[in-house]
């Protein structure tokens, strides 16, 4: 379940535990064991699994298109590390892939076909030192690939961002940062808002892009140039982008800065601008609404040779994520959310109207993205020679792997028959997952919809001794993974209500304003019809999770016992317990402006918090809950958990309250993740998890 970008963890997990089948004494987690314990096995996929499961990042080719390299961090229960490493595959040859581990951590990317540049930061703070490392890659045919490191230096344009001080001096760096420390105090000040954001106050520094050469010299060996550039911001624009073709990456960096720039003075959200390879177009997303972060994203197509903008997808009900233009420049690639799925979608690309335009009139082959994909969550889009596209995908039962669609160059986008019968080849290159998942039975899940056209997902469970439920989107998480519920015995329902993405704008638009309002009406028909539906799910034994938003709805539930969910505990994470304060408190303001209709203390605001702030209804609060929150969360300050849990203190409501000091919006570190699974399946089970 996805909510609009300003809440981005909100969730809303209902979970109600089935009896076992077959209890075993051993496995019994309430009775006998206290704190601590999980459900383990090797059939079982416990927290701990999921903490020490390897997460892989998204695939890259290189130019070539017959390498992939994957950024790949595993966690270790016992030595408490991390471990991280690239993973280097082929895409069209069974060659052994090749697993580097990188000690110093660091980032990679290629720098050519051939070799892979990996920059370890070393040290913090002002005595931070970035090294850039070349790793190069032989590869032959049916030979094993060998690599080897090699100190480096290098050439043609390297990009890179960094913070800087006022003075923009990439080199003055460490000793501004001294003179910074060694202020005598540690007092940060603020003529303006947006003083912090996240979980970070904002400093004396900020981003700036700079550029240095990077060349292979006679001997083969990359050189790294010893002159730094600085690009200037104000100088960079839009308008003269199409007159100063100087050089591919000179005009890359100048579109995506003049875009970033264009963004804060016209205060309109643009992003993700991509080149096509011909170098006469770059696409980007754009949202129309001022801050109104979970708007529509329409993808705009600006023709550089002819000086034209147009809106491409402006009657697409879908909100794409991310686009890539085709090798030839005629189609266009869109990542986009669409009913609780992330599929890849293909466009062709129309010819440039005379004028510029948010909506040409376009003939309906141009209207309609045919999707390539139908389950999972793709990223990482990238097309390859050959009518070839790699992407990463992962689902509700796998954490991401690189795929590789094949055959694209027999897709005719303006036949609709091509269109209708195209079945590309989907091969998948990496099995990062495979061998630890062995065995664990994962559930796919199962959609299932109440009411006209309302969407909702659940995922089943159906082994002999246990029978659990799930839903979110279909995507792996590594914090509220269905999964690993269900497998602590329950069954894991999650609704899609109000406000959720992927079903379209008037969906995702209609919680302005209603937070308690509508998302609960969903909620309690869903919940009726689940009952309805599975009959092996006891509502005697129910519980609710949430998260943001998720928590939110919690602590709206709390006060509304007319619903008649009947859970029997609760968990709120990082909810909103007092509407009116959050509207004062939190970093983004705008967005709290959005959704309750203005300034809190403006006329219509105030009708809206009266009528949805939880704290309205604490005295009727009487439903045993954990309280969790990570005193980093600037979105939702931990005074929000702090306020609710004191509240069910002094009601006698039984409660507990779980604080994270070192944790933002989200649950991070991996210690944390688990000692939040053992809080949390600890409170469910201490008031549902009992057999009678
Ligand atoms: C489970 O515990 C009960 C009661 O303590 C006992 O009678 C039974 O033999 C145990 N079963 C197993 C499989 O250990
Ligand atoms: C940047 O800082 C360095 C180190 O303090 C200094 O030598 C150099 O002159 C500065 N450059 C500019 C352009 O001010
Ligand atoms: C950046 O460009 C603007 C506009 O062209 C100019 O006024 C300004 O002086 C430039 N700044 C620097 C540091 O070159
Ligand atoms: C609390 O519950 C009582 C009894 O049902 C009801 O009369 C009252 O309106 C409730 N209070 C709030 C704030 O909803």
Redesign the pocket.
């Known amino acids: 379940m996805r909510f609009p970008a300003g809440f981005p963890v909100s969730l809303l997990g209902l979970a109600a535990q089935v009896p076992l089948q077959s209890p075993s004494n051993t496995t019994d987690i309430m009775t006998s064991k206290p704190d601590y314990s999980f459900k383990e096995g090797v059939n079982v996929f416990s927290p701990k699994d999921l903490v020490g499961l390897a997460r892989p990042g998204t695939g890259s080719a290189n130019d070539a298109g017959d390498l992939v390299l994957v950024a790949v961090s595993k966690y270790s229960l016992e030595e408490k590390k991390n471990q991280k490493s690239i993973f280097i595959a082929p895409v069209e040859s069974a060659v052994q892939p090749l697993d580097v581990p990188l000690t110093n951590g660091g980032e990679a990317f290629w720098l050519d076909s051939r070799t892979i540049a990996h920059a370890v930061a070393e040290g913090a703070g002002k005595d931070k030192v970035i090294t850039l490392y070349t790793l190069s890659v032989k590869f032959e045919a049916d030979a094993v690939l060998t690599t080897n490191f090699r100190y480096s230096e290098e050439s043609a344009v390297l990009v890179f961002s960094d913070y800087v001080h006022a003075d923009?001096n990439l080199t003055a760096v460490k000793e501004n940062d001294e003179a910074w420390e060694n202020r005598g105090d540690t007092a940060f000040v603020y003529d303006n808002t947006y003083e912090r954001h996240w979980d970070t106050w904002i400093g004396p520094k900020t981003p700036s892009l700079f550029s240095v050469k990077l060349s292979k010299d006679i001997n083969n060996k990359w050189i790294l140039g010893t002159e730094l550039a600085q690009w200037?911001h104000?100088?960079a624009r839009m308008t003269s982008i199409s007159r100063r073709r100087t050089s591919c990456t000179r005009l890359r960096i100048q579109v995506a800065v003049s875009l970033a720039h264009e963004a804060k003075y016209l205060r309109r959200a643009t992003h993700a601008p991509v080149f096509s390879a011909q170098g006469d177009k770059v696409a980007w997303l754009e949202l129309d609404r001022d801050g109104v972060e979970s708007d529509r994203a329409k993808i705009v197509i600006y023709d550089l040779a002819k000086d034209i903008r147009y809106t491409l997808t402006q009657q697409w009900d879908r909100s794409p994520e991310a686009v890539a233009f085709s090798r030839d420049g005629k189609a266009i690639y869109i990542t986009a959310g669409d009913i609780a799925r992330i599929k890849i979608f293909v466009l062709p690309v129309p010819p440039t109207p005379s004028s510029s335009t948010t909506d040409p009139a376009l003939p309906p082959e141009y209207l309609t993205p045919l999707a390539l994909t139908s389950s999972g969550a793709a990223s990482g889009v990238q097309p390859l020679s050959k009518g070839r596209l790699l992407f990463t995908r992962s689902s509700l039962t796998s954490p991401n792997d690189v795929f590789v669609l094949r055959g694209l160059e027999t897709l005719n986008l303006h036949s609709a028959v091509s269109r209708e019968t195209f079945k590309g080849k989907l091969d998948r290159l990496t099995r990062f997952s495979d061998d630890a998942l062995e065995g664990k039975s994962l559930d796919a899940g199962e959609d299932f919809w109440f009411e006209e056209g309302r969407a909702e997902e659940v995922a089943g469970i159906d082994d002999h001794s246990r029978r659990p439920r799930e839903c979110l989107e279909d995507q792996w998480s590594t914090r509220w993974n269905p999964n690993v519920m269900a497998q602590q015995g329950y069954v894991v329902i999650a609704i899609n209500p109000t406000g959720s993405t992927t079903f379209g704008q008037e969906l995702t638009d209609a919680i302005a304003e209603d937070w308690g309002g509508n998302p609960f009406v969903d909620l309690q028909k869903g919940w009726k019809y689940i009952l309805q539906e599975y009959p092996e799910i006891d509502p005697d034994r129910a519980v609710a999770a949430g998260a943001s938003y998720g928590g939110y709805a919690i602590n709206w539930i709390q006060g509304h016992p007319e619903y008649d969910f009947g859970f029997k505990a609760l968990v709120c994470h990082d909810g909103a317990f007092s509407a009116a304060y959050h509207g004062y408190s939190t970093d983004e303001l705008f967005f709290f402006n959005h959704e309750w209709g203005g300034r809190p203390w403006e006329p219509k605001a105030r009708e809206v918090i009266k009528k949805f702030d939880p704290i309205n209804f604490v005295e009727n609060w009487s439903t045993p809950m954990l309280v969790v929150h990570g005193s980093k969360d600037y979105r939702l300050p931990e005074t929000d958990g702090i306020g609710a849990f004191h509240a069910l203190q002094q009601l006698g409501v039984p409660s507990r309250l779980v604080i994270f000091p070192d944790e933002n919006h989200w649950v991070l570190n991996h210690g944390n993740s688990l000692k939040w699974h053992y809080e949390v399946f600890r409170w469910f089970d201490k008031f549902v998890g009992k057999d009678d």
Do not use: E, Q, R
Request: aromatic share 0%.
């Open positions: 923009g200037n104000s100088a």
